[in-house]
Protein backbone atom coordinates (compact mmCIF):
# COMPACT_ATOMS: atom_id res chain seq x y z
CA UNK A 1 0.00 0.00 0.00
CA UNK A 2 0.85 3.49 -0.58
CA UNK A 3 2.70 5.41 2.69
CA UNK A 4 0.13 8.43 1.90
CA UNK A 5 -3.54 8.43 1.11
CA UNK A 6 -4.23 8.40 -2.61
CA UNK A 7 -6.46 10.30 -5.01
CA UNK A 8 -8.47 8.80 -7.74
CA UNK A 9 -9.83 9.80 -11.22
CA UNK A 10 -13.06 7.15 -12.28
CA UNK A 11 -13.74 7.67 -15.71
CA UNK A 12 -17.48 5.92 -16.51
CA UNK A 13 -17.71 5.86 -20.33
CA UNK A 14 -21.36 4.69 -21.11
CA UNK A 15 -21.49 2.62 -24.40
CA UNK A 16 -17.95 2.91 -25.07
CA UNK A 17 -17.37 -0.86 -24.51
CA UNK A 18 -18.49 -2.41 -28.36
CA UNK A 19 -15.96 0.42 -29.84
CA UNK A 20 -12.60 -0.22 -28.75
CA UNK A 21 -10.60 -1.50 -31.33
CA UNK A 22 -7.14 -2.32 -31.80
CA UNK A 23 -5.93 0.42 -32.98
CA UNK A 24 -6.50 2.21 -29.82
CA UNK A 25 -3.37 1.62 -28.40
CA UNK A 26 -3.50 3.52 -25.10
CA UNK A 27 -6.33 1.88 -23.85
CA UNK A 28 -5.13 -1.41 -24.65
CA UNK A 29 -1.47 -0.31 -23.05
CA UNK A 30 -3.91 0.69 -19.99
CA UNK A 31 -5.65 -2.88 -19.95
CA UNK A 32 -2.01 -4.47 -20.11
CA UNK A 33 -0.47 -3.10 -16.75
CA UNK A 34 -4.54 -3.10 -14.81
CA UNK A 35 -6.46 -5.26 -13.33
CA UNK A 36 -9.53 -6.17 -15.87
CA UNK A 37 -13.01 -7.69 -15.79
CA UNK A 38 -16.57 -7.42 -15.98
CA UNK A 39 -19.12 -5.99 -13.08
CA UNK A 40 -22.47 -7.63 -13.31
CA UNK A 41 -25.40 -5.76 -13.77
CA UNK A 42 -28.96 -5.98 -12.02
CA UNK A 43 -32.77 -5.66 -13.04
CA UNK A 44 -33.09 -6.44 -16.85
CA UNK A 45 -35.63 -3.90 -18.20
CA UNK A 46 -38.39 -5.81 -20.18
CA UNK A 47 -37.37 -3.96 -23.22
CA UNK A 48 -33.75 -3.60 -22.96
CA UNK A 49 -33.72 -1.32 -26.20
CA UNK A 50 -36.89 0.82 -25.71
CA UNK A 51 -35.67 2.04 -22.11
CA UNK A 52 -35.05 5.72 -22.51
CA UNK A 53 -31.11 6.45 -22.34
CA UNK A 54 -30.90 8.82 -19.13
CA UNK A 55 -33.12 6.00 -17.47
CA UNK A 56 -30.87 3.32 -18.38
CA UNK A 57 -27.64 5.17 -17.24
CA UNK A 58 -28.69 6.54 -14.34
CA UNK A 59 -29.59 2.78 -13.02
CA UNK A 60 -26.15 1.73 -14.04
CA UNK A 61 -24.38 4.27 -12.10
CA UNK A 62 -26.55 3.79 -9.52
CA UNK A 63 -25.16 0.56 -9.19
CA UNK A 64 -21.88 1.62 -9.82
CA UNK A 65 -21.80 3.48 -7.29
CA UNK A 66 -23.80 1.30 -5.00
CA UNK A 67 -26.43 2.87 -4.48
CA UNK A 68 -28.86 0.72 -6.42
CA UNK A 69 -31.10 -0.73 -3.65
CA UNK A 70 -31.82 2.89 -2.98
CA UNK A 71 -33.29 3.89 -6.19
CA UNK A 72 -36.94 3.41 -7.00
CA UNK A 73 -36.94 2.22 -11.04
CA UNK A 74 -40.43 3.91 -11.30
CA UNK A 75 -40.22 7.54 -10.18
CA UNK A 76 -36.85 7.49 -11.81
CA UNK A 77 -35.58 9.35 -8.05
CA UNK A 78 -33.81 8.18 -5.06
CA UNK A 79 -36.76 6.66 -2.66
CA UNK A 80 -35.56 8.19 0.54
CA UNK A 81 -31.99 9.44 0.43
CA UNK A 82 -30.29 8.07 3.19
CA UNK A 83 -27.67 9.84 5.48
CA UNK A 84 -25.18 7.19 4.65
CA UNK A 85 -25.44 7.69 1.06
CA UNK A 86 -23.45 10.43 1.30
CA UNK A 87 -20.00 9.96 0.07
CA UNK A 88 -18.31 11.89 2.79
CA UNK A 89 -20.00 9.61 5.23
CA UNK A 90 -19.08 6.42 3.49
CA UNK A 91 -15.26 7.17 2.64
CA UNK A 92 -14.13 9.23 5.98
CA UNK A 93 -14.67 12.44 4.72
CA UNK A 94 -13.82 11.90 1.10
CA UNK A 95 -14.26 15.11 -1.09
CA UNK A 96 -15.98 14.08 -4.34
CA UNK A 97 -16.40 16.01 -8.00
CA UNK A 98 -18.28 14.93 -11.09
CA UNK A 99 -18.33 16.47 -13.99
CA UNK A 100 -21.11 15.33 -16.30
CA UNK A 101 -22.99 16.98 -19.50
CA UNK A 102 -26.13 15.19 -18.88
CA UNK A 103 -28.60 16.90 -16.49
CA UNK A 104 -29.98 13.35 -14.62
CA UNK A 105 -26.78 11.78 -14.02
CA UNK A 106 -25.20 15.20 -12.31
CA UNK A 107 -28.81 15.02 -10.46
CA UNK A 108 -28.59 12.21 -9.39
CA UNK A 109 -25.10 12.12 -8.02
CA UNK A 110 -25.95 15.64 -6.47
CA UNK A 111 -28.16 13.57 -3.92
CA UNK A 112 -24.95 11.28 -3.08
CA UNK A 113 -23.23 13.88 -2.21
CA UNK A 114 -21.00 14.79 -4.79
CA UNK A 115 -19.53 18.40 -5.98
CA UNK A 116 -21.30 18.27 -9.23
CA UNK A 117 -20.03 20.15 -12.44
CA UNK A 118 -20.60 20.68 -16.26
CA UNK A 119 -18.14 19.10 -18.67
CA UNK A 120 -17.50 23.19 -19.41
CA UNK A 121 -15.98 23.60 -15.76
CA UNK A 122 -13.22 21.78 -16.52
CA UNK A 123 -12.41 23.22 -20.00
CA UNK A 124 -10.22 26.04 -19.44
CA UNK A 125 -7.85 27.33 -21.67
CA UNK A 126 -9.43 28.17 -25.61
CA UNK A 127 -6.24 25.92 -27.38
CA UNK A 128 -6.59 23.57 -30.47
CA UNK A 129 -5.61 20.75 -28.97
CA UNK A 130 -7.98 21.31 -25.66
CA UNK A 131 -8.78 17.53 -25.73
CA UNK A 132 -5.94 16.92 -24.18
CA UNK A 133 -6.08 19.54 -21.08
CA UNK A 134 -8.36 17.68 -19.79
CA UNK A 135 -7.09 14.74 -18.31
CA UNK A 136 -4.01 17.31 -16.70
CA UNK A 137 -6.56 19.64 -15.25
CA UNK A 138 -8.56 16.74 -13.48
CA UNK A 139 -5.01 16.15 -11.90
CA UNK A 140 -5.03 20.08 -10.81
CA UNK A 141 -8.11 19.04 -9.18
CA UNK A 142 -6.62 16.35 -7.53
CA UNK A 143 -3.22 18.25 -6.52
CA UNK A 144 -1.02 16.73 -8.90
CA UNK A 145 0.52 19.34 -11.27
CA UNK A 146 4.29 19.88 -12.96
CA UNK A 147 5.08 16.52 -12.25
CA UNK A 148 4.39 17.05 -8.01
CA UNK A 149 2.21 15.61 -5.37
CA UNK A 150 0.63 19.38 -3.91
CA UNK A 151 0.25 18.95 -0.19
CA UNK A 152 -3.23 20.87 -1.08
CA UNK A 153 -5.74 19.60 -3.62
CA UNK A 154 -9.36 20.37 -3.92
CA UNK A 155 -10.84 16.83 -4.40
CA UNK A 156 -9.87 13.45 -2.95
CA UNK A 157 -11.74 11.74 -5.80
CA UNK A 158 -12.34 13.03 -9.31
CA UNK A 159 -15.70 11.34 -11.34
CA UNK A 160 -15.88 12.17 -14.95
CA UNK A 161 -19.01 10.70 -17.06
CA UNK A 162 -18.58 10.31 -20.85
CA UNK A 163 -21.53 9.26 -22.96
CA UNK A 164 -19.98 8.14 -26.87
CA UNK A 165 -20.71 10.22 -29.27
CA UNK A 166 -21.33 12.98 -27.01
CA UNK A 167 -20.72 16.73 -28.56
CA UNK A 168 -19.34 18.91 -25.77
CA UNK A 169 -19.24 22.48 -26.14
CA UNK A 170 -17.24 24.84 -24.14
CA UNK A 171 -16.57 28.58 -23.39
CA UNK A 172 -19.54 30.08 -25.55
CA UNK A 173 -19.27 27.09 -28.26
CA UNK A 174 -15.89 28.45 -29.08
CA UNK A 175 -14.66 24.74 -28.47
CA UNK A 176 -16.50 21.56 -30.00
CA UNK A 177 -14.88 18.50 -28.57
CA UNK A 178 -17.21 14.76 -30.40
CA UNK A 179 -16.25 12.62 -27.06
CA UNK A 180 -16.16 9.18 -29.21
CA UNK A 181 -13.71 6.62 -28.27
CA UNK A 182 -10.72 7.95 -30.34
CA UNK A 183 -11.11 10.92 -28.20
CA UNK A 184 -11.15 8.29 -24.83
CA UNK A 185 -8.16 6.62 -26.27
CA UNK A 186 -6.20 10.21 -26.29
CA UNK A 187 -7.25 10.95 -22.75
CA UNK A 188 -6.17 8.27 -21.52
CA UNK A 189 -2.58 8.53 -23.37
CA UNK A 190 -2.80 11.32 -21.79
CA UNK A 191 -3.19 10.88 -18.24
CA UNK A 192 -0.84 7.53 -18.10
CA UNK A 193 1.75 10.04 -19.53
CA UNK A 194 1.43 12.22 -16.39
CA UNK A 195 1.30 9.50 -14.23
CA UNK A 196 4.69 7.79 -15.48
CA UNK A 197 5.53 4.53 -13.33
CA UNK A 198 7.67 5.07 -10.44
CA UNK A 199 6.51 9.01 -10.57
CA UNK A 200 5.78 10.81 -7.48
CA UNK A 201 2.41 11.40 -8.84
CA UNK A 202 2.16 7.27 -9.97
CA UNK A 203 2.42 6.64 -6.45
CA UNK A 204 -0.30 8.92 -5.29
CA UNK A 205 -2.84 7.88 -7.96
CA UNK A 206 -5.61 5.45 -8.35
CA UNK A 207 -7.20 5.03 -11.96
CA UNK A 208 -10.49 3.21 -12.70
CA UNK A 209 -11.98 3.10 -16.19
CA UNK A 210 -15.35 1.53 -16.60
CA UNK A 211 -16.92 1.50 -19.81
CA UNK A 212 -20.35 0.29 -20.13
CA UNK A 213 -21.98 -1.08 -24.02
CA UNK A 214 -25.27 1.24 -23.88
CA UNK A 215 -28.01 0.78 -25.11
CA UNK A 216 -27.39 -2.38 -27.05
CA UNK A 217 -30.15 -3.60 -30.07
CA UNK A 218 -32.03 -7.10 -29.74
CA UNK A 219 -29.77 -8.05 -32.81
CA UNK A 220 -26.42 -7.07 -30.89
CA UNK A 221 -27.61 -9.25 -28.14
CA UNK A 222 -27.71 -12.27 -30.29
CA UNK A 223 -24.09 -11.46 -31.39
CA UNK A 224 -22.89 -11.27 -27.58
CA UNK A 225 -20.10 -13.42 -26.85
CA UNK A 226 -20.63 -12.44 -23.07
CA UNK A 227 -23.65 -13.63 -22.25
CA UNK A 228 -23.50 -15.85 -19.45
CA UNK A 229 -26.11 -18.13 -18.31
CA UNK A 230 -26.91 -19.49 -14.87
CA UNK A 231 -26.05 -22.89 -14.16
CA UNK A 232 -29.58 -25.25 -14.24
CA UNK A 233 -28.64 -28.37 -11.63
CA UNK A 234 -31.99 -30.06 -10.44
CA UNK A 235 -30.02 -32.69 -8.05
CA UNK A 236 -29.88 -31.61 -4.44
CA UNK A 237 -26.74 -31.36 -4.54
CA UNK A 238 -26.67 -28.12 -6.29
CA UNK A 239 -28.02 -26.36 -2.66
CA UNK A 240 -24.30 -27.34 -2.02
CA UNK A 241 -23.58 -25.20 -4.52
CA UNK A 242 -21.31 -22.15 -4.05
CA UNK A 243 -22.54 -18.65 -5.35
CA UNK A 244 -20.86 -16.42 -7.53
CA UNK A 245 -19.87 -13.25 -5.29
CA UNK A 246 -21.19 -11.09 -8.11
CA UNK A 247 -24.69 -12.80 -7.54
CA UNK A 248 -24.59 -11.86 -3.63
CA UNK A 249 -24.96 -8.89 -1.53
CA UNK A 250 -24.81 -8.48 2.32
CA UNK A 251 -25.12 -11.98 2.45
CA UNK A 252 -28.25 -12.77 0.26
CA UNK A 253 -28.44 -14.25 -3.26
CA UNK A 254 -29.40 -11.91 -5.56
CA UNK A 255 -32.42 -12.88 -7.98
CA UNK A 256 -32.22 -9.72 -10.07
CA UNK A 257 -28.67 -10.16 -12.09
CA UNK A 258 -28.71 -10.02 -15.75
CA UNK A 259 -27.95 -13.12 -17.79
CA UNK A 260 -28.42 -14.19 -21.69
CA UNK A 261 -29.33 -11.96 -24.21
CA UNK A 262 -29.73 -9.38 -21.71
CA UNK A 263 -26.17 -9.95 -19.83
CA UNK A 264 -24.36 -7.10 -21.44
CA UNK A 265 -22.11 -6.20 -17.98
CA UNK A 266 -19.51 -3.16 -17.38
CA UNK A 267 -16.10 -3.60 -18.12
CA UNK A 268 -13.73 -2.18 -15.31
CA UNK A 269 -10.05 -1.37 -15.77
CA UNK A 270 -8.53 -0.43 -12.47
CA UNK A 271 -4.84 0.55 -12.65
CA UNK A 272 -4.06 -0.25 -8.87
CA UNK A 273 -0.31 -1.43 -9.43
CA UNK A 274 0.01 2.79 -9.64
CA UNK A 275 -0.47 2.54 -5.54
CA UNK A 276 0.14 -0.63 -4.46
CA UNK A 277 0.87 -4.54 -5.67
CA UNK A 278 -2.24 -6.02 -7.89
CA UNK A 279 -3.21 -8.62 -5.58
Not at 100 to 120: H, N, P
Not at 129 to 154: H, P, Q
Not at 175 to 203: H, R, Y
Amino acid sequence: MADKPSRAVVVYGAGFAPLVTPSHANLHALASIASCGFLALRAPPTSPSSECEPSREVKELAQLLDAYDFYDTMSKELTEVDSNLNVQKRFMGLRAAFFTAVSSIGSFARKLGFSVFEIDDVIKKNTPAVEYTIASELLTLLGFSGGKVLENNDFDLVFLHIRAGQELRALKDKITINAGVDWLDKFVGELMGIAQPASDIAARLHFSLVLSYGNVSENESQKSTISILPIEENSDLSLLRPCQSYSMKGGKQLDDIRYGNVYWPFLSIRAVGFVGHTS
